[in-house]
């Protein structure tokens, strides 16, 4: 029985067959729900209101959720409540996974081009009865490389190519490979990726004059199959066909994304000629449909960890027939490419001096350049600032809690787009966080003083919590972060702190010689440099020395897509790096209990 | 409305659907009929009888093709005649495109061993917390070869790979390349193919030992589609899947010879590392799915000429998961790269002096060397000498007519496997030729002499014509060649002759300086070189400086799989060769019409 599924506020119509879930439909209709648990009922942040229509009954794990009272008033997960006749539901801003800032800003560095394709306009003599050269022969003499080598891709369409164009027409070309032939006049276009457990940022580039011609951001949509890089390991071990799964929905991804860069400026995926994309390990692995199993397990072995050039046809990706897609280097299971991206990308290389960089996200990598060596480690930092884990925690959307300031006893808050604030995005989590300790009534050990806060600190269900703003306030939602939401921030800020102090024992370097410290991520823009050292997250050092350089694994790859000397750089700089082990360092459990306090 | 559809004599018994041709069903239950027009009722050589059951009437096709009375019989056209109830279907072994003579041998010429790929057995230091390099880098290391290069198809399974055999294994290695993982112990095979128009021969080799494990014939399915080169050319631009339809059918005709030659030797074809195949640039072009429209249409311009390393995968073969295919370059649109193959495999390269070599099939391509010059040329020489185009031709299958002897007015035939007569293949049909002309039955112009040939010489419905084998002396069934049978023959031996006398004529040499003749092909094998002169396809030079080399484009392909430097050599060969273009040389007219007399 097909029954038709009404979304608010956006009015999509979708049909649906009898038990489907609300979230298939949602889906159906293009509509991105946020699902950290992949569907599984648990994360209870696919929470939809059904306005009218037959529905299943609330289950256990809306019960658990959203509580009996929600459930009363049909606040229900899209996950779990099964279609059973014409339905509509209304999806409120914090449910969706869409719309939300994805930040694609960061440096940009000039580099030196050398792009690894150009685009050579020829004109071929045209063939008689008395020259009967092939066509790849005509072209290779053409271009003056008479070894061209013609990968399969293009041979398969080079001749009616070249007649369709009457023998002139754009060689794209390699070294010595032809690319792609496109009509007179077609400059070579390159796309660079960063390609985060969260989010993607994607860009369009002119290779031969090195400008950023389109940006975009988009959720990564494995983000339905795990929140994180461990959810999605499992996710491959789970079901035989996941890894495909995580591999396609990826690709699918960027090649649309790839297509709606090239719509805005008005050109086509296939004059795109090369491309360069960068991801932790695991992204990495994922992308190109590598097995994960071993990168999961103890010792966390990647398959590969050199630069890689593969062709896009095999990945998936829908470019010039023969485009490469560039991977820059892993240096170990928990420390990728998009760190070495970053590393390229913040500047952080040329600085000189004792430089500390943080690239921080769900695991956050860390790297120390300190007398002529480079140290690197990863933490496993956790989603926390992406808003997960948090009660009220929510992806940096409209209507987010971006900055808090309480003042004289008085909060202050900013939301994105000034809308009602529907939930808190990570800098507001660090504020909050912050400001409360600074006013004194949070405590360095986390724990909330009930008799402080004018009111706004009281015992909740599980404890203390901080009202951070009241119904009243906020147009009768009321937004409160929890005693155990500080704890999350502790554990997450202590897992940076303690990779910091590791690094800096490694290097026999004290906090204080640090000369400048990088911040990159979508999180680090955002953040306040001074609530991240008031809790203790980053070294107590001038604010001068800090840096935010943005998404700066993004402008690593564009810098790589522009440069093949670049590319070439970061393969010693990889080889370089001495790879720090968290785990098995004896002063870590000390270290870490210490890093847990606010300072 | 589903019906059984038997066939006779082997006893095949397949389903059909209510309207299905009787040609389709036979193709169900894997009985190749001799459909050399494709199916469009025109050739007349897929005959079946209708033995029982209800089939649609006799089409105009079919009354053209075999007449009234055939017709009559039940006797019909397989591609023309539809199902419409159970059937019993009589197939006589003269429709059968199977159970022929296909001929793999050739010379083995021993070549030093430089395959492209080794069998390295290789154990991996297993991975511990200390020792987190990747899988890739482990491997790379233990074979020396630290910048290792891993197809994404190799790396796709490579953890679980060096895991199942608890990294000891097997690596297959292609200069820096890993080609695949297999287990301890396994040597690299290699496959070696010669992709003729109409037959197929390919040899599973060991790339260590340079022995040849098992060789096997198979037709070209694309038979199927087009008789010849110019007919498959045509099919390709008549129809929009017509490209794909003849790659796939030839792709997957050899996946399945490899697979049985595997099965012969009890190997996988995961074990094949490196596959050699060479065909005339029509083939080539097929195969890879080259356009070949501009190969049809003059100037005849192949696409490329190039020698090709491809990833076998993309060709479609499932070989080793990184294993390439070589295919040697092609001369020009008719002289590809099966000749280049010859010239190695014939031995011609390595005699000395004034060489010509034929590589006789439904084109033929000839070679002349002398005096530090080569030059080669293409001769549309037919399909007759595969026994198509003749009344009773045939292919070499059991039953066709081998061998010819007129003795003192005496007819003597020799049968292949002394099955009774059904046909002349094409040895039996240039020994007809010759010895009628010898006995003076037939006078150079190609006349048959009434008054001759006691009895056996009498006035057709189209002519004069010659009674091979009477239905007395043939238990029924009669065999004639008639004058446009001997027409058909002095078109072919005649346009070999004027490719050859035109070479002569460019090099300034006379047939009597030549040192040696080189024969190759199939019906080159089987061929009696005295007849070829009696008719004047060869030049009236003493037998012992003919050679009969075989099947010399397999022995080429074999020798360039098992030797990389052979490869290299025949590219320097390929480029020094001058191609001539026969239709443009002003003495072709007057040098073909001499050509067509019988001597």
New interface residues.
Partial sequence: MTFFIDFEPNGRRVPGKDGDTILEAAQQAGIMLNVTCGGEGICGHCVVRVMAGAVSAPNVNEETELGAEQTREDWRLACQTHILGDVRVHIPPESLATAQRTQTEGREIPVDLHPAVRSVEVRLPE???????????RLGETLGIP?LH????V??????DL?EHTFHACAFVRDSTLVGIRPPGTPALGFAVDLGTTKLAGYLVDLASGQTLASAGAMNPQIAYGEDVMARISHTMSKPEGGEQLRSTVVAALNSMAGELCVQVKRSMRDIADAVVVGNTAMHHLF????V??LGL?????????ALD??AD??GLALAPAANVHLLP?I??FVGADHVAMLLGSGMLEHGGIVLGMDIGTNTEISLIAHGKHYACSTASGPAFEGAHIRHGMRAAPGAIEKVVIHDGQVLLQTIDNQPAVGLCGSGILDVVAQLHRAGWLNERGGLDLSRGGGRIRQGERGAEFVVASAQENGGREITFSRSDVNEIQLAKGAMRTGANILLQKAGVSEQEIDAIFIAGAFGTYLDVQSGIDIGMFPCLPKERFQQVGNAAGSGARMALLSTEKRREVVAIARRVQ?V?L??EKSFPSLFAKALMLE
Same sequence: chains 1, 2.
């Fill in positions: 063939p008689t009865i008395k020259d009967q050269r092939s066509d790849a022969t070894d013609i990968p399969l891709s041979l398969r369409t080079l001749s009616n007649r190109l449909g590598l097995p199993r071993q103890a010792p966390y072995l990647p398959a590969e960890s050199a593969l062709p095999q990945i892993n170990a299971g790879y082990e785990t098995t």
